[in-house]
């Protein structure tokens, strides 16, 4: 059975940081990522990472959010600096299985973001 674990959401200030991280197990994984449903708004990519660490960002992120990955581990990271109230949302882990193409396959069941003013 597959699992995505995320931990690291929370509240912090404008110009803040934080590290969101997401495990996943029970099979391998090509492409995994982040997404996000901001209030009143489409859930839309943050960022994703595949199995060679290419890296991909939505335009507003360049800049202050990393992504990464161990793959020994089955886990990404994301680090967000110089959080803007405008990155509040619902962050969601999401993860392809190595072999398919296309969608996600796999969803967490998100963790909570806050960026206060």
């Known amino acids: 059975q597959v699992h995505l674990v995320e931990s690291g959401g929370g509240l912090v200030q404008a110009g803040g940081f934080l590290r969101l991280s997401c495990t996943a197990s029970g099979t391998l994984f090509s492409t995994m990522g982040w997404y996000r449903r901001a209030p009143g708004k489409q859930r839309e990519m943050v960022a994703t990472?595949?199995?060679?660490?290419?890296?991909r960002y939505t335009d507003s992120v360049k800049g202050r959010f990393t992504i990464s990955r161990d793959n020994a581990k089955n886990t990404i990271y994301l680090q967000m600096n110089s959080l803007q109230p405008g990155d509040t949302g619902v962050y969601y882990c999401?993860?392809?299985?190595?072999?398919?193409?296309?969608?996600?396959?796999?969803w967490g069941q998100g963790t909570q973001v806050t960026v206060s003013s």
């Open positions: 999401a993860a392809r299985k190595l072999g398919n193409l296309g969608l996600f396959d796999y």
């Open positions: 990472i595949n199995r060679a660490s290419t890296e």
